[in-house]
């Protein structure tokens, strides 16, 4: 007996009329239902195949243009229709500032019934090209191969260094250019290739879990500084070194250099001990007036030029006169915290990872900052009432949390401590949503504004600003 095989649903001639969260095209079926679409583009009328089915919503792909929209423009990379990365690229930049900044709004509205008393225009990025300072490259035994290169005799058993192919962990889109990373980004990865093929290391093979070569991390300031981390799956240190000597040689701007030997199943290095075989142990940058150093282990903020626009909108928001005790949460190395700490009386940093507090305490010394302190571990087990006591209840609160949100015991200290304001920030407008619509208990939201620190990606950052009712 054959296979009980589901019949294909495809809905015809839907016309896309907005992007929605995640960059999917948003249309209506004959019935009303909204249907989200993937690789699509606000004018576009396609047929799409119904992949999920839920009473009110729908989600598919295309399988048949029937007209493109007018507003699609040509890709800058060649690699835009398999590399999965900055998918909005075929759209005009001033068009996609536009359908995020109402996206933001949207989703605010929709999920957290949140109505901002204003909203601020989206702040575009001044670079849209070459604006990252930090990406991952994985090497591969096997290449990525597209629909049409599956149905011909063309092998996939090629050495490559690029990004993962969403959906395809063992497989690598190959990337000989990057549009996302200026500065030595491109000849360093083209070159790190070249030479692990003359020294005929093997490329990591994650179906198998062997293979010498694992990845890059590549990390660049605006300062012209590059720093190198390759992860390796090599226990052999004369070997390491006369390999990354070759890579130094041929690329003398390089500023730091480090390597982790990597035996794990997983990429993460992270919790990896990193080895400083060439220059400095930190690359620099400056955010206006604040030097930052940066390690191997260091999060920064990933487009630095629009990061200082980002901390602006957050001090003009805190409204700050240089009397106020300032709490940062989330503060990563303490870049919001060290930011305006001229414009406060003091600025409290917590922050769960401890070597992101040790580069915050560095750089606070660094730059001749006396009026900042932090403090390493949970925000929820931090943040009490003795913490407030000791430090004092704060006129300004500025929380920063990862894209999960924060804790719901967070939100909890924070309607207890009824800070006159509040100055959230978030990569994540679903989670910012439902963390407002808690903390409307006891806040009204005051102002808005989208920042867009990735151009060509469907990622926005969003600042409110919350005065407590």
């Known amino acids: 007996m054959g296979r009980n095989r589901k019949k294909k649903v495809i809905i015809e001639d839907l016309e896309v009329f907005e992007l929605a969260d995640k960059g999917k095209g948003v249309a209506k079926d004959p019935e009303g239902r909204i249907v989200f679409i993937e690789n699509v583009v606000p004018g576009d009328i396609v047929d799409v195949q119904i992949t999920k089915k839920k009473k009110s919503m729908l989600m598919g792909f295309p399988v048949h243009f029937k007209k493109h929209s007018d507003i699609r423009i040509k ?39 949140i109505y901002p008393e204003e909203v601020l225009p989206i702040l575009p990025s001044n670079s849209v090209e070459f604006y990252r300072n930090k990406l991952e490259f994985s090497f591969s035994n096997k290449r990525w191969l597209s629909k049409e290169e599956m149905n011909t005799d063309i092998s996939n058993l090629e050495d490559v260094l690029g990004f993962h192919r969403a959906g395809a962990y063992d497989k690598i889109l190959n990337i000989d250019k990057c549009h996302l990373q200026g500065g030595i980004s491109n000849d360093l990865r083209n070159s790190i290739k070249e030479i692990a093929i003359e020294f005929e290391f093997s490329f990591y093979d994650a179906r198998q879990q062997e293979g010498i070569m694992r990845n890059i991390f590549i990390k660049t300031s605006t300062l012209g500084q590059c720093m190198l981390i390759l992860s390796i799956n090599l226990n052999d240190e ?10 130094i040689e041929r690329n003398p701007e390089l500023t730091s250099v480090y390597y982790a030997i990597n035996t794990k199943l997983n990429d993460f290095i992270m919790d990896l001990p990193m080895v400083l075989v060439h220059g400095k142990p930190y690359i620099e940058e400056m955010l206006r007036d604040v030097k930052f150093r940066i390690g191997p282990k260091s999060f920064f903020q990933t487009n630095p030029e629009q990061a200082v626009r980002l901390f602006e909108v957050v001090e003009n928001f805190a409204g700050l006169s240089g009397n106020e005790n300032v709490y940062d949460l989330y503060t990563g190395i303490g870049s919001i915290a060290l930011f305006i700490a001229h414009k406060c009386k003091q600025v ?17 010394e660094r730059n001749n900052i006396n009026n900042a302190v932090f403090y390493a571990g949970d925000v929820k087990n931090i943040l009490t009432d003795s913490f407030a006591k000791e430090h004092g209840k704060p006129d300004v609160l500025i929380t920063d949390p990862p894209r999960a949100g924060m804790h719901g015991k967070v939100v909890e200290m924070l309607l207890q401590l009824e800070v006159p304001k509040i100055v959230y920030v978030s990569c994540n407008p679903g989670t910012q949503a439902r963390d407002l619509a808690l903390l409307s208990e006891k ?27």
């Open 75 to 113: 890709p800058m990379c060649k690699h835009f229709e398999f590399c999965g990365g900055c998918t909005l690229q075929n759209i005009p930049y001033e068009k996609q500032i536009a359908f995020k900044d109402n996206n933001v709004i949207q989703v605010l509205n929709r999920l957290g019934k």
């Open 238 to 247: 004369p070997k390491i070194r006369e390999f990354l000597d070759v890579v």
């Open 348 to 364: 409290v940093g917590i922050e769960e990872v401890e070597a992101a507090i040790a580069d915050a305490k560095e750089n606070m």
């Open 443 to 469: 806040y009204v939201v005051a102002k808005s504004q989208a920042v867009d620190m990735f151009p060509h990606t469907h990622h926005i950052e969003n600042v409110v600003l919350l005065t407590l009712k």
